[in-house]
């Protein structure tokens, strides 16, 4: 029997990213880095370096395991100097405090993107002159949060479908406006059957229509919501008359 079986496990050993062995390189530097056994526990310092870098992909932080056996591997740096460990804990610190940087420098963007906007709003439905008389004389810090809940109240107003509604009335007491039918077309229309309504949920651009629809100036949104009553309207007669045709028979030769 063997007495020394540990020097006979290092002499048979390999690596199990290259599967090199010390016959192949009787200088190279080996290293058992976690709990596997047998033929996967050892590998060479080099192999293990580049399998390391591809892992934390130019992440020198992030955390590396064994494949196998999930064991997490001890890599240690040489100390570093007083100079380069202060610029290494500050581009710590940037990189950690960078995300909420760029989000703050967004949510203040939309924020006062928004208090713009419903400056703009406030100018546009009492007059320019009025509007700016108005808001100079208004508290700074009512103008800081009134503003910008103007466009957040258009588009919650949006999402309220209110021509649904009116299109509702309108359809319940049709066969009452059939006089108006004469002045305007399609008012008191009789349908001759009910059709099947499209589901706007369904519409992959019914979030962006809304948004777009609800930041529009309150007076042509006011316009635009009046004629779309109309265009719903005309389309859903257009589907109540909808015929299927018979299949043209083919003449025999």
Same mark, same amino acid.
């Given at each position: !029997? ?7 496990? !290092? #002499? ?24 596997? =056994? ?9 192999? #293990? ?5 591809? &892992? ?19 890599? %240690?740096?040489? &100390? #570093?100097?007083?100079? %380069? +460990? ?14 909420? *940087?760029?989000?703050?420098? !967004?949510? /203040?963007?939309? +924020? ?10 406030? $100018? ?10 108005? !808001? ?9 949060? /009134? ?5 957040? $109240?258009?588009?919650?107003?949006? $999402? ?11 359809? &319940? ?17 009789? %349908?001759? =059957? ?20 609800? #930041?529009?100036?309150?007076?042509? *949104?006011?316009?635009? /919501? ?20 018979? +299949? ?6």
């Amino acid at each position: !029997m063997d007495r020394n079986p540990t020097l006979q496990q !290092m #002499l048979d050993r390999s690596c199990w990213v290259c599967f090199a062995t010390d016959e192949d390189d009787r200088t190279a530097e080996w290293v058992r880095p976690c709990r596997c =056994r047998g033929s996967t526990k050892w590998g060479l310092q080099a192999c #293990l370096q580049r399998w390391v870098d591809e &892992k934390q992909r130019g992440n020198s932080t992030a955390r590396v395991a064994c494949p196998q056996c999930n064991a997490e591997y001890l890599i %240690v740096f040489p &100390k #570093l100097g007083p100079v %380069v +460990y202060v610029f290494d804990l500050a581009d710590r610190l940037i990189s950690k405090a960078c995300p909420f *940087a760029t989000a703050g420098v !967004m949510v /203040g963007s939309i +924020y006062w993107t928004a208090v713009t906007y419903g400056a703009v709003t406030v $100018m546009q439905v009492v007059g320019h002159k009025e509007g700016l008389d108005v !808001m100079e004389r208004a508290d700074p810090l009512f103008l800081l949060i /009134g503003l910008p809940t103007i466009p957040v $109240m258009l588009i919650l107003g949006k $999402m309220i479908s209110w021509e649904d509604h009116v299109l509702r009335l309108w359809r &319940k007491y049709s066969n009452k406006l059939q006089i108006l039918n004469s002045i305007v077309p399609g008012i008191g229309c009789p %349908v001759p =059957r009910i059709p099947a309504e499209a589901n706007p949920l369904a519409d992959h651009v019914s979030a962006t229509r809304t948004l777009c629809g609800a #930041l529009v100036f309150p007076t042509i *949104a006011t316009i635009v /919501g009046a004629f779309k009553v109309y265009f719903k309207q005309q389309q859903y007669l257009r589907q109540a008359h909808r015929k299927i045709l018979n +299949y043209p028979e083919q003449e025999e030769a």
